[in-house]
């Protein structure tokens, strides 16, 4: 059984402009032990799935469809008394800044040990000892005299670090690391990464890693979605989404980064704009900014389809190569 299962999840924004769907149907599966990539451009609603997860959207923000259950738990309109035993025990978030996400009128000391009295029945004491042994988990130095430090005497790659401490501290089932190293470079990053999977190894918890950086995924994940204008367009194991994408989105994606394969050549972007998600098409939403594109993409949307066990993508390209093939079998 999956720890986590999202199925047609759909959350929109009402504002003055009108509703903006900003989850349009995601589905997907995460299993123990199991690090999954939610992949896209800014704007693809990676984020809004992850709030949508943990129900801290914004106040215009509301789930107005689908399922997501936490071993076997139904959290959509479970409540805020049963989403508070959930956040920080089941399922931790690391922001994607860690300035903005401590407060930077107290110590280091004070938001760990917070958070642990909050979640647990450990008392002040307990509290304090767990802290200093999750700063010294995530590798700060001295950890004792930087509980008593302020964020703003960290550099960001430790202010990072205690934001991993302070959402391990109390052993969540599942970790949401949302872009967790968009602010800090890259010696600094492969840093991050390194202690992620490590401890998600010696505490075998499950993580969801949200992000636009496809080399990030390549060195973390186990599976991989790929979410274009809300919804996802192409999901499989990350061996079958790097060396077999089957949609022009996620091709696109892999063509406008630096490899081996394309060394010496110029970067193909993708061209043109993300969708206005207030105004959804009925075909494809990549269609207009797609080389391939056909008629039928404009006009209807393209249904999942399983490409195998480990692979599907909502793409008409394999429903055209699939026709074709079969009547090349006959």
């Known amino acids: 059984m999956s720890l986590l299962r999202v199925n047609d999840l759909h959350t929109s924004f009402f504002t003055d402009a009108g509703e903006v769907r900003a989850v349009n149907g995601v589905s997907f599966e995460l299993e123990r032990g199991k690090i999954l ?17 943990l ?50 009128t107290y110590t280091i000391g004070h938001q760990l040990t917070e958070a642990i ?10 509290a304090f000892d767990r802290a200093v042994e999750m700063l010294t988990l995530v590798g700060v130095n001295e950890p004792q005299r930087r509980m008593k430090q302020y964020p703003h005497e960290f550099s960001g790659g430790m202010r990072q670090r ?6 391990l501290a109390c052993e969540p089932d599942i970790l949401i690391a949302d872009e967790p190293t968009t602010a800090l470079d890259v010696t600094i990053q492969a840093q991050i990464l390194e202690l992620m ?3 998600q190894k010696e505490l075998g918890m499950a993580i969801i890693m949200i992000t636009h950086d496809l080399g990030v995924v390549a060195q973390m994940c186990d599976e991989v979605i790929v979410m274009y204008a809300g919804s996802v367009c192409e999901s499989g194991t990350a061996d079958e989404i790097f060396y077999n994408p089957r949609h022009a989105y ?3 994606l892999l063509r406008s980064i630096p490899s081996v394969d394309n060394a010496g050549q110029k970067l193909r ?7 206005d998600l207030l105004n959804m098409p009925n075909g494809c939403p990549f269609a207009p900014r797609c080389d391939d594109a056909m008629k039928i993409c404009i006009r209807e949307r393209c249904e999942m389809m399983r490409i195998n066990d480990a692979h599907a993508a909502a793409c008409w390209l394999n429903v055209r190569d699939a026709q074709q093939s079969a009547a090349k079998e006959e």
């Open 55 to 104: 129900q801290i959207l914004a106040e215009t923000g509301k789930i107005v469809g689908g399922s997501i259950l936490l071993d076997g738990q139904e959290l959509v309109g479970a409540g805020e008394k049963v989403m508070r035993t959930v956040r920080g025990n089941k399922i931790s978030i690391i922001f994607q800044d860690p300035m903005t996400s401590l407060n930077p």
């Open 117 to 126: 009295l909050l979640h647990t029945d450990r008392n002040k004491s307990q």
């Open 269 to 275: 972007p993708i061209t043109g704009t993300p969708i």
């Open 37 to 53: 990539g939610i992949v896209g451009e800014s704007g693809s609603g990676k984020s809004v799935t992850a709030y949508s997860i």
């Open 250 to 252: 996620t091709r696109g």
């Open 162 to 167: 205690v934001m991993i401490a302070m959402a």
């Open 197 to 199: 999977k490590a401890l």
